[in-house]
Nanobody, 126 residues
Framework: QVQLTESGGGLVQEGDSLRLSCVGS????????MGWFRQTPGKGREFVAA????????KYAESVKGRFTIARAAGEKLLYLDIDNLKAEDTAMYYC???????????????????WGQGTQVTVSS
C-alpha cells in the first residue's frame, strides 16, 4: 500500500513559477514509476509527467515540455513538479500518482497508476 499527499498548489499569476511536492509512504514507495496528472472540471485526467524509479527515464506531455520538470528523491520519499511560466490553461487539480507495479515503459493513461493522492489545486490568473 502506498499513500500520497500533495502540497504546493495555490493561486498564482501568469508567468509565475510553482513547485508541487508529493510526500509518500509505504514499503514500495521508492520503487515503480511515479508521476503527475491534472484534471479540470468536466474533463478527464490528463497526463502531465512521469519518472521511473531508477531515475533515467522521464516523459512529459507535449503541452508542458520546456516548462515542467519532474524529479524524485526516493530516499526521502518525495516527488516534485516544478512549473515555470505558468499559463491560465495550467489551472487544474494536480494529482501525484504511483504505479504500484513494474512496467517496461513509462505509461501515460491514468488506469496504469494504482495509487493517487487527493490532489492540490493550482489556479493561474491572467
Amino acid at each position: 500500500q502506498v499513500q500520497l499527499t500533495e502540497s504546493g498548489g495555490g493561486l498564482v499569476q501568469e508567468g509565475d513559477s510553482l513547485r508541487l511536492s508529493c510526500v509518500g509512504s509505504g514499503r514500495t514507495f521508492g520503487r515503480y514509476d511515479m508521476g503527475w496528472f491534472r484534471q479540470t472540471p468536466g474533463k478527464g485526467r490528463e497526463f502531465v509527467a512521469a519518472i521511473d524509479w531508477r531515475g533515467p527515464r522521464i516523459k512529459y506531455a507535449e503541452s508542458v515540455k520546456g516548462r515542467f520538470t519532474i524529479a524524485r528523491a526516493a530516499g526521502e520519499k518525495l516527488l516534485y513538479l516544478d512549473i515555470d511560466n505558468l499559463k491560465a490553461e495550467d489551472t487544474a487539480m494536480y494529482y501525484c500518482v504511483h504505479m504500484g507495479a513494474d512496467a517496461a515503459t513509462i505509461l501515460t493513461h491514468p488506469q496504469a497508476y494504482a495509487y493517487w493522492g487527493q490532489g492540490t489545486q493550482v489556479t493561474v490568473s491572467s
